[in-house]
């Protein structure tokens, strides 16, 4: 019985690991339309899948990100974005070293209502880190959940 028991334990403790591995990795997960864009989100994206996603996408993306996250890409390495239309950056300080197409909002209802995001197509990618950025992420997924219930 002692050895059931023991062999019960280690098999609970590799699943609970596994599954521990697995949140770890976050994945890029749809979230339906908005406005006619195909909306996608990511928690903590690791770089090098975040970048290979953004070279696959077929259409140019609006990529709506936190300034933390969008600093840690870019420190990482010389990048360009070819397949990033716009950049939506949600903060609440306004930087100007960034020219074109990048727009600092300091909220989601301050995003949601630039003319960009009124009616478009293609990918809206969110990809956000820290609290702030699930916070807003979790605020966003409910406005997409109440607009399909209007």
Not at 31 to 39: A, E, L, N, S
Not at 103 to 117: G, I, N, R
Not at 133 to 143: A, R, S
Request: a neutral charge; hydrophobic letters at 45%; aromatic letters at 10%.
């Amino acid at each position: 019985m002692e050895k059931k028991t023991k062999l019960e334990g280690d098999i609970l403790l590799t699943a609970r690991r596994n599954s521990l591995r697995e949140a770890a990795s976050s994945q890029i997960q749809a979230r339906g339309k908005f406005r006619g864009f195909d909306v996608f989100t990511w928690i903590d994206a690791p770089l090098d899948s975040f970048l290979a996603t953004l070279n696959s996408m077929p259409f140019p993306i609006v990529w709506v990100t936190t300034s933390a996250y969008f600093d840690w890409v870019t420190q990482q390495a010389s990048i360009e974005f070819n397949n990033v239309s716009m950049v939506f950056i949600l903060d609440d300080e306004k930087r100007n070293e960034l020219q074109g197409e990048v727009v600092y909002c300091d909220s989601l209802q301050q995003l949601l209502a630039h003319p960009a995001l009124i009616q478009g197509r293609g990918p809206l990618l969110f990809s956000v880190t820290g609290s702030r950025g699930v916070h807003t992420l979790n605020e966003f997924t409910f406005i997409l959940k109440a607009m399909r219930t209007v």
